[in-house]
C-alpha cells in the first residue's frame, strides 16, 4: 500500500507561481512513476505532468509547456511540481498519482494510487 500527501497548494494571483510537493509512503519508490492530474469543476481530470522512476523521462501537458517542472527526489520518496506563470485557467484541484510501473503513462487508469488533492486557485 502507498500513500501519497500534497502540499503546496493555495491562492496566488495571476502570473504567480506555486510549488506543489507530494511525500510518498512505501518501498520501491525509484521504480515508481509520478505524475501530476488535475481537475477543474466540471471537467475531465487530466495529466499535467509525469516523471518516470529514475526521473530521466519527463512528460507536459501542452497547455502548460513551458511553464512546469517536474522533479524528484527518490531518496525522500517526494515528486515536486514547480508552476510558473500561473492563469486563472490553471485553477484546479491538484492530485499526486503513483503508476503501475517505471514508465510514464497519459492514461489515468495507469496509476493505481492517488493523493488527496490540493487546491490551486490563481486570482486574476
Known amino acids: 500500500q502507498v500513500q501519497l500527501v500534497e502540499s503546496g497548494g493555495g491562492l496566488v494571483q495571476a502570473g504567480g507561481s506555486l510549488r506543489l510537493s507530494c511525500a510518498a509512503s512505501?518501498?520501491?519508490?525509484?521504480?515508481?512513476?509520478m505524475g501530476w492530474f488535475r481537475q477543474a469543476p466540471g471537467k475531465e481530470r487530466e495529466l499535467v505532468a509525469a516523471?518516470?522512476?529514475?526521473?530521466?523521462?519527463?512528460r507536459y501537458t501542452a497547455s502548460m509547456k513551458g511553464r512546469l517542472t517536474i522533479s524528484r527526489d527518490n531518496a525522500k520518496n517526494t515528486v515536486y511540481l514547480q508552476m510558473n506563470s500561473l492563469k486563472p485557467e490553471d485553477t484546479a484541484a491538484y492530485y499526486c498519482?503513483?503508476?503501475?510501473?517505471?514508465?510514464?503513462?497519459?492514461?489515468?487508469?495507469?496509476?493505481?494510487?492517488w493523493g488527496q488533492g490540493t487546491q490551486v486557485t490563481v486570482s486574476s
Open positions: 516523471i518516470s522512476g529514475s526521473g530521466s523521462s519527463t
Open positions: 498519482a503513483a503508476a503501475r510501473g517505471p514508465y510514464i503513462s497519459s492514461i489515468s487508469s495507469e496509476y493505481k494510487y
Open positions: 512505501g518501498r520501491a519508490f525509484s521504480s515508481t512513476a
